[in-house]
T-cell receptor, first 109, second 116 residues
Framework: RKEVEQDPGPFNVPEGATVAFNCTYSNSASQSFFWYRQDCRKEPKLLMSVYSSGNEDGRFTAQLNRASQYISLLIRDSKLSDSATYLCVVYQAGTALIFGKGTTLSVSS | EAGVTQFPSHSVIEKGQTVTLRCDPISGHDNLYWYRRVMGKEIKFLLHFVKESKQDESGMPNNRFLAERTGGTYSTLKVQPAELEDSGVYFC??????????????FGAGTRLSVL
């Protein structure tokens, strides 16, 4: 079982749609959770951190369920500029970041 | 503030040759990390420096890979001799020591290595 697993995608949605990505992690001792965004041939950039029960930033909402070892990212009112690969990332103290393979989102007009 | 910079952006070499990748972290960031993404796979950790010391090199694939960070500033990752399976994108990331728990890492754009 992979340490961090994500929906394989790709997700193809029209502008204005709401889309949700899911992620599960295998190590219950994981402490910090992140969503990174990566545009084609660019660096991964931190989109959101998720520390406890989740948080919201504009159109983006991240949820964490420690009991189920599950993280989600919800994007409301999708924009063309949201098209990218979304990486679910987990951190456990004393180790490095552990990445999922990423989920590709394509928003069309 | 300048971000993490990596050089070169792309390198094409033949099997058996040597390649050296360079990473300049964000100024003041003591933590420096190397990661690699092989085609079709997830980004994977290679090693972690705290200043000039190797904190964790458990992700280094084998002894053909040598990372250095002299003076605790920029870092180099040398692959010698390169093999076909070394092809991929090599990312560098850095983080401020004060944010170690939250571990917000800032990534460079990566070096795309192609071994032919």
């Amino acid at each position: 079982r992979k340490e961090v697993e994500q929906d394989p995608g790709p997700f193809n949605v029209p502008e204005g749609a709401t889309v949700a990505f899911n992620c599960t992690y295998s190590n219950s001792a994981s402490q910090s959770f992140f969503w990174y965004r990566q545009d084609c041939r660019k660096e991964p950039k931190l989109l959101m951190s998720v520390y406890s029960s989740g948080n919201e930033d504009g159109r983006f909402t991240a949820q964490l369920n420690r009991a189920s070892q599950y993280i989600s990212l919800l994007i409301r009112d999708s924009k063309l500029s949201d098209s990218a690969t979304y990486l679910c990332v987990v951190y456990q103290a004393g180790t490095a970041l552990i990445f999922g393979k990423g989920t590709t989102l394509s928003v069309s007009s | 503030e300048a971000g993490v910079t990596q050089f070169p952006s792309h390198s094409v070499i033949e099997k058996g040759q040597t390649v050296t990748l360079r990473c300049d972290p964000i100024s003041g960031h003591d933590n420096l990390y190397w990661y690699r993404r092989v085609m079709g796979k997830e980004i994977k950790f290679l090693l972690h420096f705290v200043k000039e010391s190797k904190q964790d090199e458990s992700g280094m694939p084998n002894n053909r890979f040598l990372a250095e960070r002299t003076g605790g500033t920029y870092s180099t990752l040398k692959v010698q001799p390169a093999e076909l399976e070394d092809s991929g994108v090599y990312f560098c990331a850095s983080s401020h020591p004060g944010r170690a728990y939250k571990n917000i890492q800032y990534f460079g754009a990566g070096t795309r290595l192609s071994v032919l």
